[in-house]
């Protein structure tokens, strides 16, 4: 029993210790996301407005995490133990704060957590004037994460209050096991949380359906990536998915197949935690953080527009050379060839645009992951984070 002990002070520190990393990661993301809301409002980056419109949403993200992450400090029997910050309430008050973190937790923050990652995957797909440039999009986003959680969160808010009756009748033969709707138990002086197996049945069966969408929704957005470095990000987002996500249910499973306090309940408790945690912080990073850090890398759209004046300063200059020597060399020569020979020079420096100025194409949110302005091969596509512009005529060379 002391060596379980110590291991559970040693997960419990460890636990602390990876939550504030997470609410530091979190904090300085949600000052990064105000700082790049301010750049695009303030310097007009008109450009850039289309990946700033998730800014709502993105913020919701970190704090549901940061609330999960609070939410496994409480959890921890660590706190209890004499000396410890909760150990002056009574036991049945320790009760009740489990109880709560089964519902804030398992009910309401992992689930609306995955729910938003959803959202936020799905918002680039939509049509531009109803997705993320509407300026309603944040807020009817958070209804629909906040509905579409109630019934998990009903379900758990069940098990919680309803299930302890279920297991009464254990003794004459018909009733469910403890472990299946026990939120706490108490040893040595102090209340120790547990998971009840059908909250975690529950939290399974949510897991898996989010994860065949994503999976399916992950392969839509692969399809528009152009860049190996943004596929690398997808699958990354793919493989925390489905990865992390079902680990944390299986580990919360197996935990309360073993004694809940013996060492291996706590390790699998603590490896649920780890999961959950590495998934939150890549999550946070790569649809966050880089995002924002591609677009500032672009500079301000005078800046963008200076760039693109120079390269086609330099590339007509290049071609009237190109142009006025092929006319040098091509003396002597017969029509017909002069005029094939330059019909051929001639396209090597053409450059067309639309009679009104205007672009067509649309912006995708993971497209802009990489602030690259490599010139790209014939019939390949547009450069990212620009839209695609259309020749209407062609000139005719001159025979």
């Known amino acids: 029993m002391p060596l379980t002990r110590n291991f559970a002070d040693a997960f419990g520190l460890l636990t602390i210790c990876l939550v504030a990393l997470l609410v530091l990661l979190g904090l300085c993301c949600i000052a990064y996301s105000f700082y790049f809301r301010i750049q695009v409002r303030r310097q007009a980056f008109t450009q850039l407005s289309y990946f700033s419109g998730p800014w709502i949403i993105r913020i919701t993200f970190i704090l549901l995490a940061i609330w999960w992450g609070f939410g496994e400090v409480v959890r921890l029997s660590f706190l209890r133990k004499e000396g410890g910050v909760l ?7 320790q009760e009740t704060v489990c109880k709560c973190y089964i519902v804030s937790n398992l009910g309401f923050a992992e689930p609306c957590l995955f729910l938003t990652l959803v959202f936020l995957l799905r918002a680039p797909l939509q049509k531009m004037e109803n997705g993320i440039l509407s300026q309603n999009w944040n807020g009817k986003t958070v209804l629909c994460i906040l509905l579409s959680c ?27 096991p403890a ?9 040595i002086n102090i209340t120790v949380c547990t998971y009840p197996l059908l909250s975690t049945i529950l939290l399974g069966l949510f897991t898996t359906v989010l994860t065949v969408y994503l999976f399916w929704l992950g392969r839509r957005i692969w399809k528009l990536v152009i860049n190996k ?12 998915v489905s990865s992390f996500l079902p680990l944390r249910v299986l580990l919360l499973g197996l935990s309360v197949l073993p004694k809940s306090d013996d060492l291996k309940s706590e390790a699998l408790t603590f490896l649920a935690f780890v999961a959950l945690i590495c998934f939150a912080g890549i999550c946070i990073c790569m649809l966050v ?13 005078h800046d963008l527009e200076a760039r693109r004046r120079v390269l086609d300063e330099q590339n007509d200059t290049i071609s009237l050379i190109a142009n006025q020597s092929h006319l040098e060399e091509s003396i ?14 001639g396209s090597i420096s053409f450059r067309a645009y639309g009679k009104d100025g205007s672009s067509t194409g649309t912006f995708v949110e ?34």
């Open 289 to 301: 953080y880089l995002p924002i850090a591609d677009c500032l890398a672009l500079g301000s759209p």
């Open 87 to 93: 150990h002056a309430h009574t036991l049945q008050w």
């Open 179 to 187: 472990y299946f709707t026990r939120a706490a138990y108490q040893s």
């Open 332 to 345: 002597g020569i017969s029509p017909e060839r002069n005029s094939d020979a330059s019909t051929k020079r």
């Open 229 to 240: 470095g943004l596929q690398k990000r997808v699958y990354t987002l793919i493989f925390s």
């Open 150 to 176: 109630l019934p998990i969160f009903l379900l758990q808010l069940f098990v919680i209050l309803i299930g302890p009756q279920l297991s009464k009748g254990k003794s004459s033969g018909h009733g469910l």
């Open 366 to 399: 993971l497209s802009l992951f990489s602030p690259s302005r490599d010139a790209t091969p014939p019939g390949s596509p547009p450069l990212l984070g620009w839209p695609m512009r259309y020749p209407t005529q062609v000139q005719e060379p001159q025979k």
